[in-house]
């Protein structure tokens, strides 16, 4: 019997399961550093927006402390107390509102405080006005003032909180002022 000898052309299934291997690897390879990539960018933008909402509410304090200072240099209200208008942050958390430029105290007793989250308006502003849509953003702010002789110092912290997928995240800023003018309280 004569053995005749077929010209086979195609791949054996041990070739196609490496092809197979190779290709998966060369998509999902990218794949995965581009999603990666995507989440750490959300996060360093949530990190940032975070730190400029803190620092807003540093600025905020920072007015109010200088208005009231310069009010009473002028002589326009002499009596003015230097942090009047925080009086709900000292020694407890508040809220601060840039857009209406005011000061809130937050829900809570007994050192446990639950400050409402900052609101997206229409025009990309955050308020704490209820105005627009809610953010994943809370802001709360803390006076602590300390006195050493005749100096007054006031410890303000702010604190902006928010969960990234089920992760609680924070940023908290703190800065020391000072009773300038020396008045004091």
């Not at 410890?155 to 995240?169: A, D, G, I, Q, Y």
Request: aromatic letters at 10%; proline letters at 2%.
């Amino acid at each position: 019997m004569k053995h005749v000898e077929k010209d086979i052309h195609g791949f054996t299934l041990i070739e196609t399961l490496v092809a197979v291997t190779i290709l998966t690897i060369a998509i999902v390879g990218p794949y995965s550093i581009a999603h990666t990539a995507i989440r750490t960018a959300r996060v360093s933008q949530d990190d940032l927006v975070a730190s400029y909402l803190a620092q807003e509410g540093i600025e905020i304090v920072h007015a109010i402390r200088d208005d009231n200072l310069l009010a009473r240099v002028s002589g326009t209200d002499s009596w003015r107390w230097w942090l009047e208008g925080a009086g709900a942050c000292v020694s407890s958390e508040c809220m601060v509102d840039a857009q209406s430029f005011t000061v809130t105290g937050c829900q809570g007793e007994a050192g446990y405080f639950f400050c409402a989250p900052l609101y997206m308006s229409d025009t990309g502003v955050y308020n704490q006005q209820e105005s627009g849509t809610e953010s994943k953003f809370t802001r709360s702010v803390r006076i602590d003032e300390h006195y050493y002789g005749s100096i007054t110092e006031a410890t303000v912290s702010v604190r902006v909180s928010w969960l990234e997928n089920t992760t609680p995240r924070s940023v908290t800023l703190q800065e020391h002022l000072y009773d300038w003018l020396g008045y004091g309280m």
